[in-house]
């Protein structure tokens, strides 16, 4: 950060700032002396270089594995295109995804819910299925059969998904506040 740009920076923001800075010279020095302990024979005298040629190893053997895990679970897709390997996520890697942004939400400040209630018809039975595990898996809590609700602000990631999907006419989302009773957590 230049000189300049400091003198502007309000005191909250330089204070984070340095405590962040502070934060990843302790991350780098705690990684640099486990290097010490675990490579200590390597650390000879011009060995640096290998030291890191096996740090880069270990992370790609790890890289590797963790590929392969989502390849297994069927998560993702790869495909060789030449010398590159391209991988994308499949709709049950997608669906994962979500649900864990939804688990991942801020909670309301406000003491809001997200309540979501549905009317999937039995024609859709698989999706009505699918859309109550991805509530479940997601955090909500079921408040009725069809109502569903969570003290999380998911409320975009919600909207977008049942847009994409195209179910908006069996399903709605609102954010609400004041609810005679909540479920059990």
């Not at 800075?21 to 675990?38: C, L, M, P, R």
């Not at 998560?75 to 942004?101: C, F, M, P, V, W």
């Not at 408040?143 to 569903?148: A, D, E, G, K, P």
Request: charged fraction near 25%; charge should be positive; hydrophobic fraction near 40%.
């Amino acid at each position: 950060m230049m000189p300049k740009q400091i003198d502007k920076l309000p005191a909250t923001k330089l204070l984070l700032n340095l405590l962040a800075q502070t934060g990843k010279a302790v991350i780098d020095f705690i990684e640099f002396s486990n290097d010490i302990q675990n490579y200590q024979r390597m650390l000879m005298p011009g060995n640096l270089e290998q030291v890191r040629e096996f740090k880069k190893f270990k992370e790609q053997l790890y890289l590797n594995k963790v590929l392969n895990n989502l390849k297994r679970t069927r998560y993702i897709q790869t495909h060789r295109l030449g010398n590159k390997l391209s991988i994308t996520l499949n709709d049950k890697g997608k669906t994962e995804l979500l649900a864990n942004k939804l688990k991942c939400a801020e909670r309301y400040a406000n003491n809001s819910n997200t309540v979501v209630i549905f009317d999937i018809p039995e024609i859709k039975r698989s999706l009505r299925r699918q859309f109550r595990q991805l509530l479940r898996i997601g955090g909500f809590k079921r408040l009725q059969q069809s109502v569903w609700i969570s003290e999380l602000d998911n409320y975009e990631l919600m909207v977008q998904f049942i847009r994409k999907h195209k179910i908006q006419p069996w399903v709605n989302v609102f954010v609400g506040n004041k609810f005679l009773h909540l479920p059990r957590r």
